[in-house]
């Protein structure tokens, strides 16, 4: 079609400053390129941030497919960039768009996503003999970032999906005859 050179690169971003700062990085990785096209999503619900560029191509020829191509992936807090190096071939705004769309698309079908999850800081204080129980409970409650504190007692913060606290609380109590609860931080 062209001999222009299509580059794009993804990221997660979890605000637009990190959208703009992995523009930024983008453009000084490859700074002699001809264009960089980008789109980003940020944020949930009613509070979804987005930008795009055509970077100097012709208006509407490159940001908003893109930008449409990142929508329509159902993919949340994502910068796509797709870098643009110049071969020659001019394609006309009909081209520009395709070669732009089918980019955005390839790039997005080989992305490896995971479900966002709200995770909640939670500790626990219990005795040294109701430590392994308790951190059993911890890991099949789906926890991360296990940190242990060793005292009088021992110290255990970590997070989890904010809807399995209630159910972790319950089994952590059940299983300490109530001495030892879970208590959410902020």
Avoid: W
């Avoid at 795009?52 to 208006?59: I, K, L, T, V």
């Avoid at 698309?105 to 966002?116: D, G, P």
């Avoid at 009088?152 to 399995?164: D, I, K, S, T």
């Amino acid at each position: 079609m062209s001999n222009s050179r299509f580059i794009v690169t993804i990221a997660p971003v979890a605000t637009v400053s990190d959208a703009q700062a992995f523009l930024k990085e983008i453009r000084g990785e490859m700074p002699d390129a001809s264009h960089h096209v980008y789109a980003f999503r940020v944020g949930h619900g009613n509070s979804v941030s987005e930008g795009m560029s055509d970077d100097g191509e012709p208006s509407g020829t490159s940001g908003p497919p893109t930008m449409a191509v990142v929508r329509g992936s159902d993919i949340g807090d994502i910068a796509l960039v797709t870098t643009r190096y110049f071969g020659g071939t001019k394609l006309g705004t009909g081209g520009l768009v395709a070669a732009y769309t089918a980019a955005a698309q390839a790039a997005i079908r080989e992305l490896v996503t995971e479900e966002k999850v709200r995770r909640v800081a939670c500790e626990v204080r219990a005795p040294y003999a109701m430590l392994e129980s308790i951190r059993k409970a911890i890991e099949a409650h789906e926890a991360i970032d296990l940190m242990e504190t060793f005292d009088a007692e021992v110290h255990l913060r970590f997070l989890m999906p904010e809807e399995r606290v209630d159910g972790l609380g319950e089994s952590i109590r059940n299983m300490t005859a109530g001495r030892v609860s879970l208590k959410a931080i902020e």
